[in-house]
């Protein structure tokens, strides 16, 4: 099956910085990728998505993602941290065509200095 | 609000006992997914159900099982319940018809074993 390693348990960066989580995964072929995010207590909310063409996608709250083919990465980037983002970030990969099996990395917990 | 509702919020059950988790999908769609979060686990996928089959399976334990009804809505039956058990449980939905399907999450169901 499909795995995602998100290596970064914990980063910290200061309110107004640039952020990147990174983000590798394994599968055969092109998968399907996403970045969900989950605030405490709360369920996951996407973040943005990736399942074919352009190779960087944006997604809501300023947040964007660039797929590497050649690095097997999808890693999510903002240029200006807010302290709202703090929260647990999560990238996951499914199968095409129907998203099957989708699977999570570990998560990155990002915590926003002021 | 992603849709997807999960019920019951909370529950609280002491070790041996059975209970069952609910989850109905978003209006209209025909997968649903089912996740452990734990602390030290992570985010796991346990099972997927695509209009009443199985679709996928992760690492379900064989005390656990789902199954999905004619009407979509899914459950998630745990029993012989364990310390170990206790954590969080998420569903999700997708419509997966077509391509480019991704998923979307209840609140979870938080279990706790005492």
């Known amino acids: 099956a499909q795995s995602v390693t998100q290596p970064d348990i914990h980063i910290t960066v200061s309110e107004g910085a640039s952020l990147e989580l990174r983000c590798n995964y394994s599968y055969g072929a092109t998968p399907y990728l996403f970045w969900y995010v989950q605030s405490p207590g709360q369920g996951l909310q996407l973040l943005l998505k990736y399942f074919s063409g352009d190779t960087l996608v944006q997604g809501i709250k300023g947040f964007e993602a660039e797929f590497k083919r050649s690095q097997s990465s999808f890693n999510l980037r903002k240029p200006s941290v807010h302290w709202s983002d703090a929260a647990e970030y999560f990238c996951?990969?499914?199968?095409?065509?129907?998203?099957?099996?989708?699977?999570f990395g570990a998560g990155t917990r990002l915590t926003v200095k002021p | 609000d992603s849709g997807v509702t999960q019920t019951p919020k909370h529950l609280i059950t002491a070790t041996g006992q059975r209970v069952t988790l609910r989850c109905s999908p978003r209006?209209?769609?025909?997968?649903v997914y089912w996740y452990q979060q734990s602390l030290d686990q992570g985010l796991q996928f346990l099972i997927q159900y695509y209009n009443g089959e199985e679709r996928a399976k992760g690492n379900i334990l064989e005390r656990f099982s789902a199954q999905q009804f004619p009407d979509l809505h899914s459950e998630l039956n745990l029993s012989s319940l364990e310390l170990g058990d206790s954590a969080l449980y998420f569903c999700?939905?997708?419509?997966?018809?077509?391509?480019?399907?991704?998923?979307?999450f209840g609140q979870g169901t938080r279990l706790t074993v005492v």
């Open positions: 999700a939905s997708s419509p997966m018809t077509g391509h480019y399907t991704e998923a979307f």
């Open positions: 996951a990969v499914g199968a095409p065509p129907n998203n099957n099996d989708m699977r």
């Open positions: 209006s209209g769609d025909l997968s």
